[in-house]
């Protein structure tokens, strides 16, 4: 099959998109976001992706309480979600998400980027729970009641009990637990307790990005992959430079191609990490991935991944199928 009737037959599963990240937040990013909104969605189906978690990340200060800057950025993408009802829709489940694909409409998957909306509640974890969330990080980059974050490098340390009893609590529920932005040590902590499969939803592997804190060792993609997981590759610019410091579409599938070498085909997959508020910036102004500026690039992806040989079947594993199987067994 040709790569383009690949990428038009395959499922496209991207574990992670910043969407409400910071710019509807701030009035004066307001106009610009909206631009954002609109550009992103063409990207996003015009690279094909049928399934996409949206991340909700706390990163900006707005000077509100954690749980309410969540439900802020919630109203944001539900907005979208309202506005859009023809080209996307949420699903909780895995069966929505195909029959949304079968309506020809981007199915959005929510995730929390780091639980510091939680606080310390077990209660609010089954509120997001039961506002639609299916998949959440325990950190983003920093020490949070529940874990230390990436930020502590790679020596920090792991869960606190609390940390404990949200993986189980999640397990209980039906909720993909995201080892993205942890510690080695958190990682490796949620490897032993979880009893499900969980994902890395966007990171680089340590053998091609050795310099970059947010790759991971192949200890790490082994452990990934003997719990069922799957270990998502990041469009990050910084994590595909090369040594000359230029991130290119060929470093995304030397990442892709050493944790398949490492995991087995089974356990690799995309978490692109795009956000709406770079996606509509000048080109002058940000560090694009050449041949992978967006998601409209998706099809480049394919495409290379034939161009190395890799057999078809372990394509379509690779660009939905894992992730597909994963969140089957976790969320349903
Ligand atoms: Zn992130």
Redesign the pocket.
Known sequence: MDAKLLHEDALIWDA?RDVAYEAPLKERFLAKWMVGVDLHLDRVRSGGIDVQVYAI?LACELGLEPTAQALKELDAILNILDTHQDEAALVTTTGEALAARQDGRLAVILSL?GAESILTELGLLRMFYRLGFRNMGLT?NFRNPLADGGYAGRDGGGLSSFGVEVVKEMNRLGMMVDL??MTPAGMRQILQISELPVIHS?GGTRHVTPEHPRTLDDDMLEAIARNGGVFCVTTVPEILADASGKPSLDRFLDHIEHAVSVMGVDHVGLGA?FDIYTSHLEPSSHTWVKDLEEANQWPNVTAGLLRRGIPEADIRKIMGDNLRRVFQQVIG
């Open positions: 992670h990340c980027e983003w993205a932005h966007h990490d």
